[in-house]
């Protein structure tokens, strides 16, 4: 609730879009941290939370890129993680909705000794890391992890799209400098 003077104008001047998502964005890191971090990292990016009731949480995202079964296979044996294949009268949340083989979502899985979750999409795959801890919130500690499983992930580069999520939830460097 504003506070009004005698005048009727409010005591603050009201902030405008732009600093309120500005507010939002860098609401539990800096501007330096993320610059810092993304210094850090070659593939990964931040990725700030939709909020509200749409229940994500702030990741750090990397987004590749599926043309043909031939690249799924590519991709999974990379990451060395089996491709399971379901039948098509299985619930359509936990299939990838494509033209290649029915296969069920990744989900939470362990790469180079790394937490992550995978979900599929008709023409990527989306790796995520988050805090162990607390699953919303991305830290150093989070970083680090990205950090160890970028190695594993270089022979993808010419798979990955840059940014993974095309929107100004996500944190790209060139914006900023």
């Not at 494509?98 to 989900?107: D, L, T, V």
């Not at 790394?114 to 919303?136: C, G, Q």
Request: hydrophobic share 40%; with cysteine; net charge negative.
């Amino acid at each position: 609730m504003w506070k009004w003077r005698k005048n009727k104008q409010p005591l603050h001047k009201p902030l405008s879009e732009q600093q309120l998502w500005e507010r939002y964005f860098f609401e539990r890191h800096s501007l330096d941290t993320l610059l810092e971090w993304s210094k850090r990292l070659k593939y990964f990016r931040y990725c700030r939370a939709y909020g509200g009731h749409v229940g994500d949480g702030d990741c750090l995202l990397i987004a590749i890129g599926i043309q043909s079964e031939q690249e799924l296979h590519e991709i999974f044996e990379q990451l060395e993680l089996p491709i399971v294949l379901i039948s098509s009268d299985s619930s359509p949340s936990a299939t990838a909705k494509w033209n290649y083989p029915p296969i069920e979502h990744p989900k939470h899985v362990i790469i180079a000794g790394v937490k992550a979750f995978i979900w599929m999409y008709p023409d990527r795959m989306k790796l995520s890391i988050t805090n162990l801890e607390h699953p919303v919130e991305v830290t150093a500690t989070s970083v680090v992890a990205a950090e160890q499983l970028e190695p594993y992930l270089a022979p993808l580069t010419h798979l990955m799209i840059d940014p993974p999520q095309d929107d100004r939830y996500c944190f790209m460097p060139k914006d900023w400098q």
